[in-house]
């Protein structure tokens, strides 16, 4: 099964299951309606700031939209891949994610959520805007940071990244 498939029927089971329209979840999540329902019927792949929002509106770990099978990366968006870490523990108060963001990746929205970020640069090179400071980090470098401060990651380098993040609820 495509990964965009398995998000969009674990999200529309979910949702169900808590009793939330997409009118609701998209007021809560400040995501639209048409936007939930493509990503419910696997039209459409979700940012993971978009994927954050919806599992802090539903009052679930993000790992939960991902197969439990670590075979391979799953991608998400087509610039990342994510393997989830979490060996199938949905309810850990942090989620851990090796995630590959492909060379040249520089485009995305800054976010913020609760709780707090901890990113290890396994193999290239990170830049992270947290705020209005830039870090860049190499190869077994690391930040941790409070992710209620606006941030995001990029990949300005010609090869591939690959960093641990790990995300506390």
């Known amino acids: 099964m495509m990964t965009s498939d398995f998000l969009g029927e674990t999200l529309k089971r979910i949702r169900k299951?808590?009793?939330?329209?997409l009118k609701m979840l998209a007021t809560q999540t400040g995501v639209?309606?048409?936007f939930l329902s493509q990503v419910e019927r696997g039209k459409s792949n979700v940012t993971l700031d978009s994927l954050k929002k919806i599992a802090d509106a539903?009052?679930?770990?993000?790992?939960?939209?991902?197969?439990?099978n670590?075979?391979?990366?799953?991608?998400i968006r087509s610039q990342f891949h994510y393997?989830?870490?979490?060996?199938?523990?949905i309810d850990a108060s942090y989620l851990p994610m090796l995630v590959t963001l492909k060379a040249g990746e520089n485009?995305?929205?800054?976010?913020?959520?609760?709780?707090y970020e901890f990113i290890y640069v396994v193999e290239g090179e990170l830049t992270i805007i947290i705020e209005?400071?830039?870090f860049v980090l190499q190869e077994n470098e690391s930040k941790m940071f409070?992710?209620?401060k606006t941030h995001y990651w990029y990949n300005y380098q010609e090869k591939p990244v690959k960093f641990l993040l790990v995300s506390s609820q």
């Open 132 to 134: 209005e400071q830039k």
């Open 107 to 115: 485009e995305g929205n800054a976010l913020s959520h609760d709780g």
């Open 83 to 89: 393997l989830d870490l979490s060996d199938g523990n």
């Open 70 to 75: 670590n075979e391979e990366l799953h991608e």
């Open 17 to 21: 299951e808590r009793q939330y329209t």
């Open 146 to 148: 409070d992710a209620r």
């Open 58 to 68: 539903l009052g679930v770990n993000p790992s939960i939209f991902f197969p439990t």
């Open 32 to 34: 639209s309606i048409s």
